[in-house]
């Protein structure tokens, strides 16, 4: 394609390294599709005869049918999809096909066909945080009022309700959603027609071509248009900040699915077992989401780091632009699938949780809340006593609602009878009743919402 200024030809390490096409294949359809908007306007403006046009749009078709039959072929020489498919096409139907690359460059094509891909990227990624929302808004309806303990620091906190503990993380994908939406909407204007950098002397109509594309616009400057990977880096980011999300649910399932715990039983259809133990079930899934959120993170560093220090406009080193964003985008995809079959198939142990809520002395606020309010006692005070009357159950191996009502008098007189009615983790959470809080109320409310924003209802 750029023969004439040379002498020699390439040598094989260049060849070599200067290949993209055994990546950026994947464009293949991205390619096509830019290359029949962009030679429709050059009809339509007159730069290529309409039959010229249709020779070429009919070309274009036969390599796409080519394509989906049997692949992309991998010539080295031919470098990257766009010279792939060019050179396809003058094989096909000769001299025509050079008319094609009339008004743009391969920076331009790049771009686009890059930036056409990440939109549906994006889009997709949407779509199985839906459905993630979907499994949880689904299983926090079931277990709206099943009680299980609620930590911090990993140390039983407060009596919460499973479906609670669930809804959180239907919110994390609610911002990890809007994350996508707002970086498709981003990268909504369309590259082609900047050519090299500069944009083109011919009487192009970048107007035509986005909204062919389906783009809402085209950018505004040329020189930004070839050097921008901004879209990347957002689809990245955003991919990344969800990864996050879906390893720290993993890392429940984890947790859980462990004997001690024993909170959850996953489904056998993503798990796997041992070659040496035959007892075991191992949550090999959620540990490989808990991994590939690792490369996913590092896959947004990547590119980050390729794009630090390149002048404009277009430089070579943006090629490297698509691996991360190719393995991202499918590690993400699998990610997705892996927690929502993993929340829709799980089996929550209640009878377990509910126990374990039991324990820990995870009524004690409830205690401090109860001297407060039916004693009038400042909360720092009410602390304290609290404190004390833990440390008694403590020491005897008792729960709190088990020590009898003249051993809480010792600590505190004001304390009475109904001070029960406050301690078993039914009425704690019930009492958690504040906008957002645990109690089942409030966690039916939330997620009858939420099935109204999903469009379930
Ligand atoms: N294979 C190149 C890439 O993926 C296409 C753009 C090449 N442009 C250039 N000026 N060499 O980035």
Redesign the pocket.
């Known amino acids: 394609m750029w023969g004439g200024r040379f002498a020699e030809g390439p040598a094989a390490i260049m060849r070599e390294i ?1 290949a ?2 055994p990546f ?1 294949k994947a464009l293949w359809r991205q390619d096509i599709a830019a290359s029949k908007a962009h030679v429709d306007m050059l009809s339509a403006q007159g730069i290529v005869s309409a039959d010229d046009a249709a020779l070429i749009a009919g070309g274009l078709d036969r390599i796409a049918a080519e394509y989906e039959a049997s692949g992309v072929p991998e010539d080295w020489d031919l ?5 792939t498919t060019e050179s396809r096409l003058a094989e096909l139907i000769g001299p025509a096909a050079g008319r094609l690359h009339t008004a743009r ?3 331009d ?2 771009a686009t066909d ?1 930036k056409l891909w990440v939109r549906e990227a994006m889009q997709s990624a949407e779509a199985g945080l839906r459905a993630l929302q979907v499994a949880l808004v689904t299983r926090a309806g079931e277990h709206a009022a099943s009680i299980m303990p609620g930590f911090t620091h990993l140390q039983t906190a407060q009596p919460v309700t499973l479906g609670h503990h669930l809804m959180a993380y239907y919110e994390m994908a609610a911002r990890d959603r809007s994350r996508f939406v707002d970086a498709y909407a981003r990268a909504g204007q369309s590259p082609l027609g900047a050519a ?1 950098l500069a944009g083109t002397g011919f009487p192009i109509d970048r107007h035509r071509t986005a909204a062919a594309l389906g783009f809402d616009a085209p950018t505004r400057n040329s020189i930004d248009s070839v050097s921008d990977r901004d879209f990347a880096l957002d689809y990245l980011m955003a991919a990344a900040q969800t990864a996050l999300h879906l390893s720290r649910l993993a890392e429940e399932f984890i947790i859980w699915a462990s004997q001690p715990f024993g909170f959850v039983t996953l489904p056998d259809s993503l798990s796997t077992g041992s070659s040496i133990m035959p007892q075991k079930k191992n949550p090999d899934a959620a540990e490989l989401v808990r991994g590939h959120a690792g490369r996913i993170v590092g896959c947004l560093t990547a590119l980050m780091i390729t794009m630090k220090g390149l002048p404009l406009a ?1 430089s ?1 080193d ?5 691996p991360p964003v190719f393995e991202a985008a499918s590690l993400l995809t699998l990610s997705l699938a892996a927690m929502t079959g993993m929340v829709e198939g799980a089996t929550f142990r209640t009878e377990r949780m509910r126990a374990a809520a039991e324990l820990g002395y995870a009524t004690a606020t409830d205690l401090a809340d109860w001297l407060v309010r039916q004693a009038n006692i400042p909360f720092r005070e009410a602390h304290h006593i609290t404190g004390t009357a833990v440390r008694l159950a403590e020491s005897k191996g008792l729960a709190l609602d088990q020590l009898s009502l003249e051993e809480l008098r010792a600590i505190d007189s004001r304390i009475d009878e109904r001070v029960f009615a406050a301690l078993s983790v039914e009425a704690s959470v019930a009492a958690r009743a504040s906008y957002g809080g645990t109690a089942p109320d409030q966690v039916r409310a939330r997620v009858a919402e939420a099935r109204i924003a999903l469009g379930l209802e």
Do not use: L
């Open positions: 200067n993209s096409i950026d470098e990257d999809i766009h010279m460059s391969r920076n094509q790049v890059f090299a277009y070579k943006m090629q490297d632009d698509k």
